[in-house]
């Protein structure tokens, strides 16, 4: 029951340039969206979140994108620095989960090249 | 900044003993979590614990799974009797009670490994 997909299991792209993670969801009681990025050995971390009632939401190189309609939503980074090489996981939550219980994608892993 | 720690970072144990493993959440949030990733699998939800009782458990949150907030800033998920499918990263999380505010927020985990 895969109701939050990362279909991108890896991403490389150059130093400098823009990273474009994606996330898919089935679930119609998600409300809330999340970006968590992790390292090996360590707890998520993170990143930026989106509420349903926007569309986009901005916290310096990061950004996120949520299309309802599609039920999609993207991270961009801009610029990718060799440091955000890590996992990448999308999770989401909503009315009737148990309190907010987040539900997590299978990650993408991002390699920033220098 | 204020953050969730977990200890111990590392547990080793004989399948069927008993494991504690605890956290200490961000001292001003009132909703707390547990989590875990079995190597290479997605992080999955197992409990969440809201007003000193669970708001709502998964299907792998079991009878051998008790949680337990003992006092004002520990709280805990016990294992009664481990099984070699338990050995996982376990993540403990929490966030406020402001329902516009609803990141949760992870400790660095307990890596939990059942021989």
């Known amino acids: 029951d895969q109701q939050v997909k990362q279909n991108s299991p890896s991403l490389s792209v150059q130093e400098g340039r823009i990273s474009i993670l994606n996330c898919d969801y089935t679930n119609s009681m998600f409300d809330y969206f999340l970006w968590y990025k992790k390292y090996p050995a360590e707890g998520p971390t993170f990143l930026i979140s989106?509420?349903?009632?926007?569309d986009k939401n901005e916290d310096g190189r990061f950004t996120v994108f949520l299309n309802k309609s599609a039920k999609h939503l993207s991270l961009h980074i801009v610029p990718s620095q060799p440091g955000d090489s890590a996992v990448y996981f999308c999770a989401a939550s909503g009315r009737g989960t148990g309190r907010r219980a987040l539900t997590f994608g299978s990650g993408t892993r991002l390699q920033v090249q220098p | 900044e204020p953050e969730v720690t977990q200890t111990p970072s590392h547990q080793v144990t004989q399948m069927g003993q008993e494991v504690i493993l605890r956290c200490v959440p961000i001292s001003n949030h009132l909703y707390f979590y547990w989590y875990r990733q079995i190597l290479g699998q997605k992080v999955e939800f197992l409990v969440s614990f809201y007003n000193n009782e669970i708001s709502e458990k998964s299907e792998i949150f079991d009878d051998q799974f008790s949680v337990e907030r003992p006092d004002g800033s520990n709280f805990t998920l016990k294992i009664r009797s481990t099984k070699l499918e338990d050995s996982a990263m376990y993540f403990c999380?929490?966030?406020?009670?402001?329902?516009?505010?609803?990141?949760?927020?992870f400790g660095p985990g307990t890596r939990l490994l059942v021989l």
């Open positions: 999380a929490s966030r406020e009670l402001d329902s516009l505010q609803e990141t949760q927020y």
């Open positions: 989106i509420s349903s009632i926007k």
